[in-house]
């Protein structure tokens, strides 16, 4: 069965260190990536998102991600964090072309910065 | 334009009993799935609706069901209610059609308790 996988459950930087969250999905296939952010008392958000192109993904707020197909992964990173980022980050994976709607998620990531 | 919406936000229950949520999605948005979210689980996904139909379903027991109307809202229900149902449960919404590209947009949630 399709899983992603969200190694570290809690991070904890102080404000300017680099970040990078780890993000492993199990599936052979065609598959479509994403991060989700959920700041504190707020809804899930996109940060950004892999269908095709170019492995390595601009998103909001100066995040990126890069997808690497033959390690299965989609390992977030943001060269210097702020107190702002404190959230959970969720990785999910849409598999095949069938559908918008069936992502499968990560168990999260709750990033803890340190003013 | 208006986001998704979730009524009610806040639930309280007694096992046994039955809960239904409801999910308005963003206007022209067509397919809304259900999530529920729980500490160390992440989301897990537990259905979505598309064009009235049930278009996919999670690993949840036939004691989750929910419906989708004609102007795209739509609710969940839960009948007899178990402690371990106790979670945040979310809804987001997309325009469907069976893209992957679609971003999907999620509301604020319904955090039911069940004691």
């Known amino acids: 069965a399709q899983s992603v996988s969200q190694h570290n459950h809690h991070v904890i930087l102080s404000e300017a260190a680099s970040l990078e969250l780890g993000c492993n999905y199990s599936y052979g296939g065609t598959v479509n990536l994403f991060w989700y952010v959920q700041y504190p008392g707020q809804h899930l958000q996109l940060l950004l998102k892999y269908f095709s192109g170019d492995p390595l993904v601009k998103g909001i707020k100066g995040f990126e991600a890069e997808f690497i197909k033959s390690k299965f992964s989609f390992n977030l990173r943001k060269p210097s964090v702020q107190w702002s980022d404190t959230a959970e980050y969720f990785c999910a994976v849409n598999v095949g072309y069938s559908s918008a709607s069936k992502i499968i998620f990560g168990s999260g990531t709750r990033l803890s910065i340190r003013p | 334009k208006a986001g998704v919406t979730q009524t009610p936000r806040y639930l309280i229950k007694t096992r046994g009993q039955q809960v239904t949520l409801s999910c308005s999605p963003i206007s022209g948005h067509r397919s809304v799935s259900w999530y529920q979210q729980t500490p160390g689980q992440g989301l897990q996904f537990l259905f979505e609706y598309f064009s009235e139909t049930q278009r996919n379903k999670g690993n949840f027991p036939g004691r989750f069901s929910g419906r989708q109307f004609s102007n795209s809202r739509s609710e969940m229900n839960v009948s007899t209610l178990e402690l371990g ?31």
């Open chain 2, 85 to 115: 149902d106790s979670a945040l449960y979310l809804c987001a919404s997309t325009i469907g059609g069976g893209s992957p590209s679609y971003e999907q947009y999620f509301g604020p949630g319904t955090r039911l308790t069940v004691t």
